[in-house]
């Protein structure tokens, strides 16, 4: 499995920014796909994860109403639209990609349940 992203940059307080993940190397339709951050000094946490299969998503609580997660299935590609963006964004994301179910992705949904990385994009949010 191969994950390449990008889309990240510098962008105000409350503006918008959109990260694209292309998946290649296998088929991906059983798999949970999932955007992680990563500020300095702080360890890697869970941003968002979708299902590849049927769409379904789910977001950790600081960036619900704001992040939008979607796929393109044609294009093997994921999409994190990120809005209201706020300094506390500023971090370096990293798509991943899992084999586990759904169902044990919501329970654990760590950095350990992601088998596969890409490189990470930084996104900076100036104030």
């Known amino acids: 499995v191969q994950l390449q992203a990008s889309g990240g940059g510098l962008v105000q307080a409350g503006g918008s920014l959109t990260l694209s993940c292309a998946a290649s190397?296998?088929?991906?339709?059983?798999?949970?796909m999932g955007w992680f951050r990563q500020a300095p000094g702080k360890e890697r946490e869970f941003v968002a994860a979708?299902?590849?299969?049927?769409?379904?998503?789910y977001y950790t609580d600081s960036v619900k109403g704001r992040f939008y997660f979607s796929r393109d299935n044609a294009k093997n590609t994921v999409y994190l639209q990120m809005s209201s963006l706020k300094p506390e964004d500023t971090a370096v994301y990293y798509c991943?990609?899992?084999?586990?179910?759904?169902?044990?992705?919501?329970?654990?949904?760590?950095?350990?349940?992601?088998?596969?990385w890409g490189p990470g994009t930084q996104v900076t949010v100036s104030s």
């Open positions: 991943a990609a899992s084999s586990s179910s759904w169902f044990s992705i919501r329970e654990k949904s760590g950095a350990g349940s992601f088998g596969s």
């Open positions: 190397g296998r088929t991906f339709s059983s798999y949970v």
């Open positions: 979708i299902s590849w299969n049927d769409g379904r998503t």
